[in-house]
């Protein structure tokens, strides 16, 4: 059973650019988080996904960013317009239940590098 | 402010010596998380503490979550290099309702030399 897995691991967009980052949960796992972490900073809670539904996107920035958890296929961060505020590591976690933090497991990541 | 405060911020120690992280809120903590990163890599689970005074060992790593539920330590017995990266508390300050929503410290650097 392979685990959250992130791609890409790093990704480098100019200014302006779009960025996508993806996570497929471990099989089995309905409900999907994204954290950002940035420079010094500690990890953030971006949005709260489960399957076709966002359950919680308190945590996103009001404009450029949006993110899908499709009936098939991994969860897609999108990040339009991209600004050099934006790099930082990118992770995802999954899980069963959102309410069993024990077995909530995270993805290694993706840093996103905005030159 | 960071509403989780972790302290010290970097540690560097000898091998075979102890050491302790805090983890502090100035808000009732529900459920209070240790968590491993390794640099460049995801979050690994260390423990879980909920209730006021509770105490977890695994191997030799202890963690504590005091009364008051508003503070948490790691103590690290007899360090070795394997223990070194970051260690991050993360915690559900949201009265048990915010379901994915961790908070996280800002993580503190452990480095073990041998």
């Known amino acids: 059973n392979a685990g959250v897995m992130q791609n890409p691991r790093h990704l480098v967009r100019r200014r302006g650019q779009e960025a996508r980052l993806r996570c497929s949960p471990m099989?089995?796992?309905?409900?999907v988080y994204w954290y950002r972490q940035l420079p010094e900073e500690g990890l953030k809670f971006m949005v709260y996904?489960?399957?076709?539904?966002?359950?919680?996107e308190s945590g996103m920035p009001k404009e450029r960013f949006s993110a899908e958890f499709p009936k098939e296929g991994p969860s897609i961060l999108r990040i339009q317009q991209v600004v050099r505020g934006d790099s930082a590591a990118y992770f995802c976690?999954?899980?069963?239940?959102?309410?069993?933090?024990?077995?909530?497991?995270f993805g290694s990541g993706t840093q996103l590098s905005v030159l | 402010s960071q509403e989780l405060e972790q302290s010290p911020q970097s540690l560097i120690v000898q091998e075979g010596k102890n050491l302790t992280i805090n983890c502090t809120s100035s808000?009732?903590?529900?459920?209070l998380y240790w968590y491993k990163q390794k640099y460049g890599e995801g979050l690994i689970f260390l423990m879980m503490?909920?209730?006021?005074?509770e105490e977890k060992s695994h191997e030799k790593i202890t963690a504590k979550l005091d009364e008051k539920k508003q503070q948490s330590s790691l103590h690290i017995t007899a360090s070795q290099p394997s223990h070194a990266g970051i260690y991050l508390c993360?915690?559900?300050?949201?009265?048990?309702?915010?379901?994915?929503?961790?908070?996280f410290g800002q993580g503190t650097i452990l480095t073990v030399h041998p």
């Open positions: 976690a999954s899980s069963p239940d959102v309410r069993d933090i024990e077995n909530w497991f």
């Open positions: 099989k089995g796992h309905s409900h």
């Open positions: 996904l489960q399957k076709e539904n966002i359950i919680d």
């Open positions: 808000k009732t903590l529900y459920g």
């Open positions: 503490l909920q209730k006021g005074g």
């Open positions: 993360g915690a559900d300050i949201g009265g048990g309702t915010s379901y994915g929503k961790l908070t």
